[in-house]
């Protein structure tokens, strides 16, 4: 089926959720972005079980949705919607959706298609997330680095094939919004991999030159100038005091550029890890710059996380997170490994193999 790439249609949902006598079906844009094209004109509300969404739509759209019912929520798997009828079932303790019917050929497309080869693969994330729940449950914050590795290798291989199946996706299915959803949802999560821009290759035409196509493509290109092997650019940041135009100094052989913000859990997990490896490989050419990309309104909070982990290494703020935005940096958190003219050795190194890098290279 082909869909216009300009004009909007309407669309009509009809949707049955059991075990609702009262609250919403609150529908969420996979990418978030002016790449939209789709008007909601009425709906969300469920009412004896049942709502109707209308709006108009360009082309195939893919989506996640909230269920609420009094103060409890479910969230959904994410689908697809389409000009035409279609209806959406499911019941509210366990949310799920019957394949849509009359002209969602999309939706159809991506449940019987892509969607049971992406549970096969997420097996291999179960295998990794059980190795990580059981090392922290047997060492808490003393896992061996043997054992490290071994975790993050079972990672890297679910992140692998996750991705090969996009661009498996894409090369079979060039001219399907399927295809170009998949891949949009996972370059904004994660950001440039060369893997992506192929994808984005592979697809047709059409697709590319959808709103959405040509807004994943500007993006895919804008991001490539952080890849590994190019310098990296000039950021306009401050310091954490407020003073503007500050730069990022290579003053060692190997920087380690690492966005994050105050709030952020996973980027604070790191820091124990990232004090040692400071520590031990500062004299022998090895530095640390952080890069926060905290608002304006919670720049108390950046400077009190600073203080209480006790960071001894520079920080930059990116106010905002405005320069990070256009580097496509939406994830965090986010870093880079530099050498000492600024060119990018490694994105998104963990500390482990970080410390494999420099005992090699130092």
Not at 341 to 360: A, D, H, R, W
Request: aromatic share 14%; hydrophobic share 40%.
């Amino acid at each position: 089926m082909t869909f216009s790439q300009e004009s909007m249609r309407p669309f009509k949902i009809i949707g049955n959720i059991e075990g609702i006598d009262t609250g919403r079906f609150k529908m969420l844009r996979l990418v978030a972005s002016a790449a939209n094209s789709i008007i909601f004109t009425s709906g969300d509300s469920i009412v004896n079980e049942k709502f109707t969404i209308t709006g108009k739509i360009a082309y195939p759209h893919a989506f996640l949705a909230r269920v609420y019912k009094g103060n409890s929520m479910v969230p959904t798997e994410y689908f697809f919607i389409e000009p035409g009828t279609q209806y959406l079932n499911g019941y509210f303790d366990s949310i799920r959706y019957t394949v849509p019917l009359n002209s969602s050929k999309t939706n159809t497309e991506f449940l019987e298609g892509y969607w049971p080869q992406y549970k096969s693969v997420e097996k291999f994330y179960e295998v990794y997330s059980n190795a990580a729940r059981l090392a922290r449950s047997e060492y808490g914050q003393l896992i061996p680095d043997t054992i490290k590795a071994r975790i993050g290798n079972l990672q890297t291989s679910f992140i692998n094939k996750r991705d090969s199946l996009i661009l498996q996706q894409a090369s079979q299915f060039p001219g399907s919004f399927v295809s170009l959803w998949v891949l949009a949802e996972r370059f904004f999560t994660v950001g440039y991999k060369e893997i992506y821009e192929k994808s984005f290759n592979r697809l047709s035409s059409s697709i590319k030159l959808t709103r959405t196509g040509k807004f994943l493509g500007n993006h895919i290109m804008t991001a490539k100038i952080t890849a590994k092997g190019q310098k990296f650019p000039l950021l306009n940041v401050m310091d954490v005091k407020g003073k503007k135009n500050q730069k990022i100094r290579l003053n060692n052989k190997f920087t380690l550029l690492e966005f994050w913000f105050s709030h952020c859990g996973p980027c604070i997990a790191q820091f124990p890890e990232l004090k040692n490896l400071y520590k031990d490989f500062k004299a022998k050419g090895f530095n640390i710059v952080g890069l926060s990309t905290d608002r304006a309104e919670d720049k108390a909070s950046l400077n009190k996380a600073i203080l209480k982990y006790e960071l001894p290494w520079d920080q930059l703020w990116d106010k905002n997170g405005i320069e990070s935005v256009k580097l496509t940096i939406n994830s965090f958190p986010t870093n880079f490994l530099l050498d000492e003219n600024g060119i990018i050795l490694e994105k998104n190194i963990s500390p482990v193999l970080l410390k494999t890098f420099l005992e090699k290279n130092l």
